[in-house]
């Protein structure tokens, strides 16, 4: 079985992280459903003078499955509002996609 991992690291501004949190704990990710869809995780990494380090870790059973809910009415759902909370980010979130290399 191919298996993709969708990351997006997201640099918090310090004091922030709690908020931050909170929004990833009480949003809606509209997930569940998605065809291919497998895990999802919230890292939270080390901390730098200036920010957090957090990556949003998404598991997928193929990097099409993944690209089909970019492009889908739950991607666009999740992703509402997103916008409006520009005071908790230094910079844009970085998106890095890998695919797994099985037996590896």
């Not at 501004?13 to 999802?40: A, C, M, Q």
């Not at 089909?68 to 520009?86: C, L, M």
Request: charged residues 25%; without cysteine; glycine residues 8%.
């Amino acid at each position: 079985m191919t298996s993709f991992i969708a990351m997006n690291r997201f640099r918090i501004v310090k004091g922030h992280e709690k908020d931050f949190e909170e929004i990833w704990k009480t949003r809606s990710t509209y997930l569940t459903n998605v065809p291919g869809f497998v895990d999802f995780n919230l890292l939270k990494g080390p901390s730098k003078d200036d920010h957090i380090l957090y990556a949003s870790h998404t598991q997928w059973k193929s990097e099409s499955d993944f690209e089909a809910w970019t492009k889908s009415e739950a991607f666009r759902k999740a992703h509402s509002g997103a916008g409006d909370r520009g005071h908790l980010y230094l910079g844009h979130p970085e998106f890095e996609g890998f695919n797994v290399v099985q037996g590896a």
